[in-house]
């Protein structure tokens, strides 16, 4: 069963309808005691990052995730906003992201100016894939749909399972053990994301004790 | 590099029909069916405008967009008859990632400002339909063509940028349904003069139609009704999509 973070932003019916498709189990909540007994998780969003971080504080779900995903290594898979609110600060917002990798994230060139290119990068791209990574076939076409300004600094290479082009390469998808983002929306992206979908709900879930019911 | 290439797809009452000119309106199928074959055929978005909500003063019919959304696993964008900010939530309640606004441009300017700024930018699209007048000077028009704005459309898609939408469907009413190619001209200017990206629309009937409007008319993705659903000089309905090979072959490359 994969439990999907509901925190008010974004277009959750997607996911679900792609879900529901391939015949993977998962449920949509916001609930901290919910989430708090997840064995997967997917955290989407599309939005502002200091509301995503302002809802997640204001649900009462940023401590429980923490421990989760940091302490339970339930695998987790942010997808657009929800794998940028994982990163330690966005150029977007104030408020620090949630820091679960060592990386940032920044505007389109910020760091190298480009003015003809159209932000946000809207529409299909082929990503490179560099390494193994359990969430991608690496010899397979991967084609993602991307809608977004802002995109993943990642400090370490080997944090890097996806790379994309638009004016420049820049990270598309990150990993750091059971801790996975992606850019681009999959639940978007026809076969390719459906591919990326099975792979996720094919992870396997830490033996940890779920926490009781009481 | 690649191009979003979009069918634009015209909802009348439960069905969906294709235009010339705006006129003419015939049946080609029934939406739901036709999001399967778009979604085997691997498109890359799709467009729904339901083309007599706003002129009949009707809601968009939110059952059946629970139904295209329920089997459309790619980009997903509605227009027609969207007046305020609860008709636009209730259409992404449905599942539908995108809004497209056009009369509302010029009726109410202040709500669409406000739904980019609650909805975020990339989610609303401003539908900009205009036609040519008699000597060559283009005008914008709204309510299914039929009312006219004075505005040119280089004006009004700067006003919808400035009203904070995330891009610009642009449509040619002249070249709507004759498959004779983009009115490349103002495509052009309309994609010169604004940042966010324009989609071309209205003429395409072949793939060199495609490469122009990207590589002539500056347009960052390209739209087209007729080139989709009609095969053949006599228009018979069928439902098709260019293979990837031949957008990179013949559209993409520059």
């Not at chain 2, 969207?82 to 300017?109: F, H, M």
């Not at chain 2, 008319?217 to 990837?244: D, E």
Request: charged share 25%; glycine share 8%.
């Amino acid at each position: 069963m994969i439990t999907i973070v509901d925190y008010g932003l974004g277009n959750l019916g997607s996911i679900v309808n792609m879900l529901r498709k391939l015949g993977i189990k998962c449920c949509l909540t916001g609930d901290p005691d919910k989430v708090a007994a997840a064995e997967k998780l997917i955290l989407p969003g599309v939005g502002a990052f200091d509301n995503g971080m302002e809802n997640l504080q204001r649900l009462g779900l940023i401590e429980i995730l923490n421990a989760r995903v940091l302490h339970d290594k339930v695998p987790v898979l942010g997808i657009c906003l929800g794998a940028q609110l994982m990163t330690r600060r966005s150029e977007e917002g104030q408020l620090p992201g949630l820091g679960w990798v060592a990386a940032d994230t920044i505007r389109f060139c910020s760091r190298q100016a480009m003015p003809d290119l159209k932000v946000p990068h809207m529409g299909w791209t082929d990503l490179s894939v560099p390494g193994e990574t359990p969430l991608l076939e690496k010899n397979d076409e991967q084609r993602f749909y991307f809608v977004h300004s802002y995109h993943f600094l990642c400090d370490r290479a080997q944090d890097v399972i996806a790379v994309a082009h638009y004016g420049y390469g820049f990270t598309a998808a990150f990993c750091r053990g059971n801790i996975f983002g992606v850019q681009f929306h999959p639940e978007k992206s026809h076969r390719f994301g459906m591919a990326l979908f099975k792979r996720f709900a094919a992870l396997s879930v830490p033996a940890v004790e779920l926490p009781s019911a009481a | 590099m690649r191009y979003r290439v979009i069918p634009v797809l015209l909802l009348r009452g439960a069905g969906l029909v294709k235009t010339e000119r705006f006129k003419d309106a015939k049946y080609v199928g029934d939406p739901v069916n036709a999001v399967r074959i778009f979604n085997d055929k691997e498109v890359d978005e799709l467009v729904f405008l339901d083309i007599e909500a706003t002129v009949n003063d009707r809601s968009p019919d939110l059952e059946m967009l629970r139904n295209i959304a329920g089997e459309c696993f790619m980009p997903l964008c509605y227009g027609g008859g969207v007046r305020d900010l609860p008709t636009i939530e209730a259409i992404l309640k449905t599942g539908v990632e995108k809004v497209a606004v056009n009369s509302a441009l010029v009726e109410n300017p202040e709500m669409i400002r406000e739904a980019a700024r609650i909805h975020g930018s990339s989610t609303i699209v401003a539908s900009i339909d205009f036609k040519r007048c008699l000597f060559g000077n283009a005008e914008a028009v709204v309510r299914s063509g039929r009312k006219k704005t004075k505005m040119d459309p280089v004006e009004l898609a700067r006003r919808a940028e400035d009203l904070g939408v995330g891009e610009i469907l642009l449509n040619s009413i002249d070249r709507d349904g004759t498959m004779q190619g983009y009115d490349l001209e103002i495509t052009q200017r309309v994609a010169d003069a604004v940042k966010v990206p324009v989609i071309a629309c209205g003429g395409a009937g072949s793939l060199a139609h495609f490469h122009d409007a990207i590589h002539k008319g500056h347009s960052s993705a390209v739209a087209a009704g007729a080139f989709f659903v009609f095969v053949g000089k006599h228009r018979a309905v069928l439902i098709t999509y260019p293979a990837q090979e031949d957008l990179k072959r013949f559209v993409f490359r520059s």
